[in-house]
């Protein structure tokens, strides 16, 4: 996906760790599923990689600093580079323990001295910090900024996972994937982009090949796992089978099988009697799960085939998702119900939430999704770490990140750098100056500033600035963000998946519930793969929700749980879940796995209001309303402050969060 493909490959094996010191119990069946191969693994010894000769690995925060400052480089000397590290990434160990001390209390501020002034500090480097550098600097050329993010890599969500692989660089996203968004791009949002030199709707017909894998005969399958539904067996044939024919042999009852294939084909309206308006009430009022059991009338054994199907939009199954919200994405049952006017596209309209969203959003993504996005921001921001001039060429252009922090720079990205306290420097209300504390390298270090951006996530916000109104933090801890895993997996060849006839898997019982193979996606100089001889990356999802619970309190305990698996756990479940999805096609976890990138986000999606659970407010009561509110010197960017877990929305509310300060400015 990028340049010239140094070798992650290589890489990865400079990082292994010799087996023989893993403080890891193998278990009986552990070999055969390629536990004791040599990858790259990155999660003992809290959190910090024994790689000898490497960076590969987690960073302790003075690690960083000494790579940063130019005092380690990798073996393949090209310096610091996140990009390509393996193992645990997203919030990876290093980057959240400082924050969780703080949320407990137990981090002792004793304020430094400002060693450094600013115009604009931006505390979170993600799209929506950078966005909001980009607008501070169109309204202030000369304005000198400083941007905090508590990652080894900038981007936030919007993370890009490089692998070296057979000789070429493969890409795929960490996070963020799609310029997509249930509304179309504002204008403000589709004007950065066209800046940044990005025409989304060109460069969707000149550089996707959505039908790539159709063309040579894959189509998408369904993993039934034995622990769910009493035997393994994956079926292949969706959207190109009739559903009595793909599930002749899959492990349901007849009555299931019947009632799915009646869900997707007949055309029934379960509400009849009631107005378009009725219903659509009704199913916003209602989850998915209800929907199938009490109006659609289905046998209960459908529920665990469809419990996985809003994973990957909500982060939550069925159980917690609106009816009415699943039926633009044309989930199986609505097709008879007459619920758009005649010739309409469905469009989301939650009545209750107060989203009314209208669809018709862009569809391109780049091979490593927005990655790309923060990448044309930062080279905007500081055009001697990234080279090139287009969008198609930032794709495979290495990063310098030595040149992120540069002393007289105008704009300054300063990594593995946690904020830990923001305050007005006198009252909020005529205070001139503002004063950003953050650690570094395990060092509290102090600046001053004329304004601040938190563009950070709303549920840090009272702990940074505990003088914000109790009205205001308490609307700032509202939210729960969704937590999720994109785990990316480098293997051999996709032999397997070419001899099953299958692209991609819905996997409705497994640890990670979908599966596939990386989009085909060819710009500038990256090629996609095309040869299944060829190595390919894996894209797994997994979301670790607790169904029955309600939808904020299912990702509490998800994030949790999240927190608390080990990289061994993630690895055990993904080479026992390949090995038995893909072993009838002869897939060989020992030998086809090269390398696992987990890409773990305990605060993954921005909380958008679930008309299931939340109240219905107006728009001025609304709690990330009330939690954006400027607060003297400090105003509030980051998509929770649009409840929108979009990348329109983060750059929105960046626009929106520097026009409050420079009115302030005037
Ligand atoms: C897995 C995943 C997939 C997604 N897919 C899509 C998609 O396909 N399309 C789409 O439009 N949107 C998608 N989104 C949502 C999208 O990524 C976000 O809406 C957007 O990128 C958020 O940008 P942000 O800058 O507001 O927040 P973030 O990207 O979260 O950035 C905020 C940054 O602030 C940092 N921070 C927090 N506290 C501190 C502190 N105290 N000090 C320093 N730094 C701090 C955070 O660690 C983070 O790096 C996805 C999100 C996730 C998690």
Known sequence: MREKLRSTRVRAKHAITDPGTWDIKMRA????AGMDQPIARRDFLNGVAIAAGSIAGVLLPDMATEVLAGKAASPAGRGYYPPSLTGLRGSHPGSFELAHKLRYGDLPLQAPRPAEIYDLVIVGGGISGLAAAYFYRERKPSARILVLDNHDDFGGHAKRNEFELGGRIELINGGTLG?????????????????????????DATCTKKSFYGSIGLSRG????????????????????????????????????????RLYEAKIDYMAGLSREQKKERLARMSYRDFLVNVAHADPGVLPVFQARTHGEWGVGIDAVGALEVWPLRFPGFQG??????????????????????GGSYTFHFPDGNASIARLLVRSLVPSSIPGRSAEDIVTATADYRQLDRPGAPVRIRLSSTAVSVRNLGEPASAREAEVIYSRGGTLAAVRCKAVILACWNMMIPYLCP?????????????????????????RNWRAFRELGVHDIYAP?????????NQTVDIGGYLSVRSPDDPILVHMVRTPCKPGLDQRQQHRVGRAELLDTSFEVF????????ARMLGPGNFDPAADIIAITVNRWPHGYAYEYNPLFDPYWNEHEQPHVIGRAPFGRITIANSDAGAGAYTDCAI???????????????
């Open 337 to 358: 119900l007459d619920l758009a006017e005649p010739g309409a596209t469905p469009q989301m309209g939650f009545t209750a939430s107060g989203y009314a969203a209208t």
């Open 652 to 666: 929105d509310q960046a626009h929106r969060a520097i026009e409050e300060l420079v009115a302030t400015e005037k």
């Open 222 to 261: 369904i993993f039934f796992d034995r622990e769910t539904f009493g035997s393994d067996k994956l079926v292949v044939g969706v959207g190109t089978l009739a559903w009595a024919d793909l599930l002749a042999e899959a492990p349901l009852t007849p009555r299931v099988r019947t009632d799915i294939a």
């Open 467 to 491: 003088e914000l109104p109790e009205r205001q933090k308490e609307a700032l801890r509202y939210p729960v963000k969704t937590p999720l895993v994109y785990t990316s997996v480098a293997i």
């Open 179 to 203: 310029i997509d968004s249930p509304r179309p791009y504002s204008v403000i949002a589709a004007g950065l982009l066209r800046k940044l030199g990005v025409d989304p709707v060109k460069l």
């Open 509 to 517: 019982g497994s640890y990670h519930s979908s599966v596939r193979l």
């Open 29 to 32: 069946d552990d070999r055969g």
């Open 571 to 578: 690895e055990r479940n993904i080479r026992d879940q390949l």
